[in-house]
């Protein structure tokens, strides 16, 4: 179990369909297992099958091997676990798939990874909203562009209000904070 400064612990099974703000919670406590790096936000996600409320996967930055952000931690361990490539998952997920994720996909990797924004595109049939916590700061990739890319394809794009300060906290930690 983990918990939130001010919150009660969270346990996967026990949110409730459509409750956003306690999925972001939990999102928001995955990204507190990512290393504070000046380099990166620590960002946390989760994938729920929408018709069931079963969380299908979770993630956080550099999870994985690798520069991996959390939402490509997801889809790299959802297509492990149904033995396809990460680019065809839409052929094993289910319908009606929502990611929540604690900052706004990115759009572009100056690393030279291809952009969580494109995976999610590459899968977009099945996964029908994206609920973030923050837009994407301006620090690294200036204009990102995910939201927009997100809606152009018919993703519906939500901001689930309330816990900014925290997921800015945890994703800024390890930054030179500017005085």
């Known amino acids: 179990m983990t918990e939130i400064a001010g919150t009660t612990p969270l346990i996967p099974g026990d949110i409730e369909a459509e409750d956003h703000p306690s999925y972001m919670k939990l999102a928001l406590s995955l990204a507190t297992k990512s290393p504070p790096?000046?380099?990166?936000?620590?960002?946390?996600?989760?994938?729920?099958?929408a018709a069931t409320n079963v969380i299908l996967a979770t993630g956080y930055t550099l999870e994985l091997p690798g520069n991996t952000h959390a939402e490509q931690c997801c889809f790299e361990k959802l297509a492990e676990k149904h033995g396809v490539a990460a680019d065809h998952l839409s052929e094993v997920l289910p319908n009606q798939v929502t990611l929540y994720t604690t900052v706004e996909p990115c759009s572009q990797r100056l690393s030279g990874n291809l952009p969580c924004v494109d995976r999610i595109l590459a899968i977009k049939d099945k996964i029908k909203t994206v609920y973030v916590g923050v837009h994407e700061p301006e620090k690294f990739v200036s204009d990102n562009s995910g939201k927009r890319k997100l809606m152009d394809a018919g993703i519906e794009f939500v901001h689930v209000a309330g816990l900014e300060k925290e997921i800015?906290?945890?994703?800024?930690a390890g930054h030179e904070k500017s005085t």
């Open 168 to 172: 800015l906290e945890v994703a800024t």
């Open 37 to 49: 790096k000046p380099t990166n936000y620590r960002v946390g996600a989760v994938v729920v099958d």
